[in-house]
């Protein structure tokens, strides 16, 4: 297989493991805040809408930045990680970015547009847009380094 088969198919796995991890995180965060938010408190759908948004934003940030591999519930589900574009962790500045350009995606109508661009660029070169607008990319755990005690060093 030549080099570039084998980069293909390695964007192809990681891009529907990814698309997976989305779901698990989405499922775990929109099930209950819906329910809380339309039946609890008797939100709006477009309040209720809005603030889950955030709270996935939130969740995002959190839960990469206090992990040891930089990884969602959905990403320990799919075994990959989201690091800088050098492969450290990233830091708290681009996880927040990433995050927060994610919000594209919930735009009523372009957002479907700038979704389906972006899982095509992914499928194609392995990162999507959130990814380069934050410069980051998702690595699968084992291609990252077991010392990352250098990162610490580092003050990452």
Do not use: C
């Amino acid at each position: 297989m030549t080099e570039k088969t084998a980069i293909k198919k390695n964007n192809t796995r990681k891009s529907i493991l990814r698309i997976l991890a989305v779901a698990v995180d989405f499922i775990i965060l929109v099930f209950p805040v819906q329910l809380i938010m339309l039946g609890v408190i008797g939100a709006s759908v477009f309040i209720s809408n809005f603030l889950f948004t955030l709270l996935f934003a939130v969740y995002g940030v959190a839960m990469v930045s206090i992990t040891t591999y930089g990884q969602t519930a959905g990403k320990m589900f799919s075994k990959t990680a989201v690091r800088d574009s050098t492969g450290t962790k990233a830091v708290l500045m681009y996880t927040g970015l990433r995050e927060l350009t994610k919000i594209l995606y919930f735009i009523p109508f372009i957002g479907w547009a700038v979704g389906v661009a972006s899982i095509v660029v992914m499928f194609i070169t392995g990162r999507a847009i959130h990814d380069y607008l934050s410069d980051t990319s998702v690595f699968f755990i084992w291609e990252i380094p077991k010392n990352e005690e250098s990162e610490e060093a580092r003050g990452r």
